[in-house]
């Protein structure tokens, strides 16, 4: 009877099962067949011709957007950018381009590039390119005109800052490998220090073999900034913890829908620096890949992680061939880390696009590292010490934003065939009381974001025949909350000197943008300091 009742049970939840798919099936069919019927119509009584194109594409991205910020469709158009993202290589003249106003402006030109070669610099603005004006263009137009195959030429018509007449150059284009490595040196006698950008094809091989040549400089200790690192590919991931971790040990576990363990990502060698004292730098914009690294080396008290809370990004994707050379970029599994939390600190909701949510610190579990320390998971990677970056004064933005800084780095670069090496540059204050008198020059308006908002309630104030009587209060208001440029550039010398000196430095050497934000860098000067107190060192990773 027992048995009887069982068998009836499993062809009932079977059944069950069958229905549920075969409802989802049904689902699937009509919503296609509907979506087909409607761009049909469409293109039949629609009063204007339809870009089906962009119609059609602009549907799926709605699709797309219904289920979390990282699924995406990737357009013929745009693979070859994906692929750049994942690989830090594409055929091209090595140069980036911003847009200067109405121009399209080279910001930096690599080593050993075409650019390089061809003696191309920052600040030079493309007029042509293969003769077609570049005025009012935008920077994926040129981009896109600029990459193309290996050992096919393109020529470029420049104007340059303090010359008269502009000039043609003709490139060869050539694969451009962008390093991952954005800066690695040693920051004293005994402690290096490498900032990885993002975890791009074989940047664990750089960085292994970066970590040798620091060895034989004297390294003892090493510094790892993995600031503003959005991740990449987690196999690159593994093996740079793979690096400081023995050989076997657990640093990421993928689990896919119903919690189900996919894949175990385990160290496959021995470690190339397995008592090497470490520090990770992290803030709010490391995520993904960079969260693994820095997670695993908590988890397991390899390291000590330094700075701000992480983003929190514990979502995999996996990319699917499509028709007509696309592809699909779809979330397939979470990231779980070795203490067996899950770094992911968002839920989306599906039913509004627009909400997103962090998970409550009430929804949150306590989990511990190897040693017994207390982690918790759904919030990214907290420290093991919490630095705060200094917030950004306004000068920073109006500087940036009017490219004060960059411009001055130009004629700078045009008047000073060299300058001293890195670590021995000094941008004195003679030569800020310089940029001080050309930023002043410069006519730009410069206004707080309170007397912009100041301005809108103006506007409602008008509207509503309210301002008139009030007209004093809000002129009085608004010489109170106008800034004093000059004041500015004064109180705030420390950051704009700063961002100044990497501006110019990086005219000169390519790890000069890095360099230069070292001296006032308060996180990494508190990272310094761990290390050389080997006690705080062994305490923080115990306790």
Known sequence: MKHRILTLLCIALCTQCLSAKEDTYFAIAKNLDLFNSIVKELQLHYVDSIPVDKVVQAGINGMLQKLDPYTNYISAETVKDFKYSTTGEYAGIGATIFLHGENVCISKVYEGTPAQKAGLQAGDLLLEIDGKSMKGKKVEDASGMLRGTPGTKVRIKISRPGQKKSFTEELIREHIHVSAIGYAGMLNGQTAYIKLNSFTEDCSSEIKLTLKKLSAQGMQSLILDLRGNPGGLLNEAVNIANLFLPKGETIVTTRVKGNKVDRVYKTASNPEFPELPLVVLVNDETASASEIVSGALQDLDRAVIVGERTYGKGLVQATYPLPYDGQLKVTTSKYYIPSGRCIQARVYDMADSENESEIPDSLTSEFKTRHGRIVRDGRGISPDVCV???????????????????????????????????????????????????????????????????????????????????????????????????????????????????????????????????PFDQVLQEAKKILLDTKRYKEILTK
């Not at 309170?450 to 010489?479: G, H, M, P, T, W």
């Open 388 to 518: 705060k970056s200094d917030t950004i004064p306004m000068i920073m933005y109006y500087i940036i934003e009017h490219n004060l800084a960059f411009d001055y780095a130009t004629e700078y670069r045009l008047a000073h065939d060299s300058i001293a090496p890195i670590g021995q540059f000094d941008f004195n204050d003679f030569e800020y009381e310089k940029f001080k008198a050309y930023v002043l020059a410069s006519g730009h308006p410069y206004l707080s974001n309170s007397e912009k908002y100041l301005d809108e309630l103006i506007d409602v104030a008008q509207y509503e025949k309210r301002y008139e009587a009030a007209a004093n209060e809000f002129e009085a208001l608004r010489q109170a909350l106008h800034p004093d440029l000059s004041a500015d550039l004064g109180n705030d010398s420390k950051y704009v000197k700063m961002y100044l000196s990497s501006e110019i430095l990086e005219r000169y050497y390519p790890q000069g943008a890095v360099a230069g934000t070292i």
